[in-house]
């Protein structure tokens, strides 16, 4: 299984990538500078049937890996998508992130709170 930490340092908010994944998903790690962060939603995330998968790998239960919904991409990390964490960006690789996180408001929070304090 493929494991994703979140990193929130300084200026950037790093997401680690390991496991078997790593290969198919062709990352290691993905810096965010938290200046590029637009917005930050702990909620829900609908996999639409009309993605287009770049690299990475999806089952029933799982999305890993670089996609294109709706002219936008997309990074998506997650076993349940009932638990994930979206971020908005703009100026940066990705348009949109989705991470998983066991505790999605607790991490939303703390995203928030190292964007607020570059303000």
Not at 40 to 65: C, D, H, L, M
Not at 82 to 110: R, Y
Request: with cysteine; net charge negative.
């Amino acid at each position: 299984m493929m494991s994703v930490q979140v990193v929130l340092g300084d200026r950037e908010l790093i997401v680690n990538i390991s496991g078997l994944e790593v290969a198919a998903i062709l990352k290691k790690e993905i810096k965010i500078p938290y200046a590029s962060i637009v917005d930050v939603q702990p909620g829900s995330f609908e996999f639409p049937w009309t993605a287009v998968k770049r690299t990475g790998i999806t089952t029933n239960n799982y999305k890993a890996g670089s996609f294109v919904i709706q002219r936008e991409k997309y990074f998506l990390a997650y076993h349940d998508a009932h638990k994930v964490v979206i971020l908005n960006l703009d100026g940066a690789e990705f348009d949109k992130i989705v991470l998983g996180s066991e505790a999605p408001e607790q991490l939303a929070n703390d995203i928030r709170s190292h964007c607020s304090l570059l303000q």
